[in-house]
């Protein structure tokens, strides 16, 4: 079993930049591809971004691309979001996202195994 907490969400101005950062427990972190998803007020949850298990690859919505970075450290067991230039679209909450070691990446939530209890972020304007 692996569970997952996110922490760093908060209520910033547009321009701003947050850090999100998502701990994994369990021995299995280090295989698994991992994927931020947000999901914004009275919408369906959507893909933001997602890492391979070693973080040489990644991938990112349209939306975010040239803002946000994904990144993660094996040793520590846990992956970032860094978000830049955030706008009041940005707004949602933000959960954090494993899948099985050695599964493929994915953009579909429904592929992701794990979950966190999510961080809201609030991107005033």
């Known amino acids: 079993q692996v569970r997952l907490v996110e922490s760093g969400g908060g209520f910033v101005q547009a321009g701003d930049s947050l850090r999100l950062s998502c701990t994994a427990s369990?021995?299995?972190?280090?295989?698994?591809?991992m994927g931020w998803f947000r999901q914004p007020p009275g919408k369906e949850r959507e893909f933001v971004a997602g890492i391979n298990w070693s973080g040489g690859v990644t991938n990112y919505a349209d939306s975010v691309k040239g803002r946000f970075s994904i990144s993660r450290d094996n040793v520590k067991n846990t992956v970032y979001l860094q978000m830049n230039s955030l706008k009041p679209e940005d707004t949602a909450v933000y959960y954090c996202?494993?899948?099985?070691?050695?599964?493929?990446?994915?953009?579909?939530?429904?592929?992701?195994?794990?979950w966190g209890q999510g961080t809201q972020v609030t991107v005033s304007s």
């Open positions: 369990g021995r299995t972190f280090s295989s698994s591809p």
């Open positions: 996202a494993a899948r099985y070691p050695y599964a493929s990446g994915s953009y579909s939530s429904k592929d992701y195994a794990y």
